[in-house]
């Protein structure tokens, strides 16, 4: 990466941060705003803190089902071996320390008119902002013949866990030789460079571990993030092993056979040793229960202050909204957050919340020491949220190996920041 981007995105750092830094606001005598945070991942556990910084006198609750958060961002380098899944798991005890109270329950609706959520406990958690940031649910059943019941046999592993474990086991009991095959969705889902760089990381896996083995990415697109950086890193480091497959040659997986672990394409079928279906993707559950998910089974958001275009007092962050150009990334939920609080701990107090600016940088792993990333700034533009012209960009194609490896080197630095940040 170049000096003049690495300073940029510092910039871009501070920037995001400060965007949650407001002056702290007068409240009139009585009880304090009620805020409550569904969902305690990047977004909303970054949102809840960020709420709680702006003011202290605000009352926060963030309502989270786990004990333990499991981070997607780096959970690729686990299925390729490269590290446990343990260093992808952090707590809530800073999160409570901040003064927050964490409702470990499942939240079960919402009564936007009562303002009001109601948790799996039967407790009830009234609110006067709402915020969900609920992540991703997956759409079982939009890919024929892939179920919760097909998960167990052929693992999609996008949201990190047991399905991590459970691919990374079967690479490891797979016979030198066999064929892997990843499926790869439309646009939008979480991570649009995720399925790339697990490809990547598994590839380096069978090249390092069982050599005569092969890898297959059937795709749903022509085109995706970072390409031309991911297929020139393919090209040099794992020519003959690594194949992708677009949607204009047969990409688009149109059924899975989980029993016999076969991809079925308009063109044909791929039995595989090993498979990975990463499926059609919305909201999570919440999202809809609340009323803030459209027919596309995503959120549509105010891009200034998140708020819900479909419900007043509640806002969206995170892979579940409608953020424009701006990808469905940790780093973007992050930022998201930040500024999603700002506005929050204004209106909570009659205030008017200014229009941001957005960072998100997302790098990805071609193998342990080869790192890629793509950097834009966005700021609110016809009702969404627009890339700001000429920021940001992506890795040069002709940087030499020690830029790809001080790259690797920064996306490990930035997920112990950032982790550090929202959960330590």
């Known amino acids: 990466m170049k000096a003049g981007r690495r300073e940029f995105l510092k910039l871009g750092v501070a920037a995001a941060a400060s965007a949650a830094l407001l002056p702290v606001p007068t409240f009139a005598q009585g009880a304090a705003p009620r805020a409550v945070v569904v969902g305690g991942g990047f977004a909303g556990a970054s949102c809840a803190r960020a709420i709680r910084q702006a003011d202290p006198r605000i009352a926060v609750t963030l309502v989270e089902a786990n ?16 590290r446990e899944l343990s260093a992808q798991q952090f707590t809530y005890e ?7 109270a964490v409702a470990r329950a499942i939240a079960t609706a919402v009564d936007a008119q009562a303002r009001s959520v109601s948790l799996a406990d039967g407790t009830s958690l009234p609110y006067d902002r709402l915020v969900l940031a609920p992540g991703i649910d997956i759409r079982w059943g939009a890919l024929p013949g892939y179920d919760e019941t097909a998960a167990t046999l052929i693992p999609h592993a996008w949201r990190a866990g047991e399905q991590t474990l459970l691919l990374r086991r079967q690479l490891e009991a797979m016979a030198d030789g066999g064929l892997v095959v990843i499926s790869a969705p439309a646009n939008p889902f979480r991570c649009p460079p995720g399925p790339y760089e697990r490809a990547s990381l598994i590839a380096h896996y069978l090249k390092t571990k069982k050599p005569r083995s092969k890898l297959i990415v059937l795709d749903a697109k022509d085109t995706f993030s970072k390409q031309r950086l991911f297929q020139a890193a393919w090209a040099e480091l794992y020519p003959g092993l690594l194949e992708w497959v677009p949607l204009s040659k047969g990409g ?16 044909g079928r791929h039995k ?7 499926p059609p993707q919305k909201a999570g559950r919440i999202a809809e229960a609340a009323g803030v998910a459209d027919r596309s089974g995503w ?3 105010d891009p200034v202050t998140f708020e819900s275009k479909l419900q007043a007092r509640i806002h969206v962050i995170g892979d579940a909204a409608i953020a424009g150009a701006m990808p469905k990334s940790a780093f973007a939920a992050n930022s998201q957050a930040k500024t999603c609080a700002a506005a929050v701990a204004q209106l909570l107090t009659g205030g ?5 600016k957005l960072i998100n940088t997302c790098y990805s792993l071609v193998a342990p020491d080869y790192g890629i990333s793509v950097a834009g700034v966005y700021a609110p533009a016809g009702g969404q949220l627009a890339e700001v012209p000429g920021s940001g960009g992506v890795s040069p194609t002709d940087a030499p190996r020690a830029t790809r490896a001080a790259e690797a080197v920064l996306a490990e630095a930035w997920f112990r920041t950032i982790a550090a940040e929202v959960f330590g």
């Open 67 to 82: 004990s333990t958060f499991t981070a997607c961002p780096f959970s690729n380098a686990v299925i390729g071996g490269l």
């Open 94 to 100: 800073r999160v409570a320390a901040d003064g927050i």
């Open 252 to 267: 688009n997986v149109i059924s899975v056979d989980a029993a016999t672990v076969t991809l079925v394409t308009d063109f």
């Open 272 to 278: 595989a040793a090993v498979a990975n279906v990463i």
């Open 299 to 301: 959120c549509p958001i």
């Open 352 to 356: 008017a919340p200014s229009a941001p």
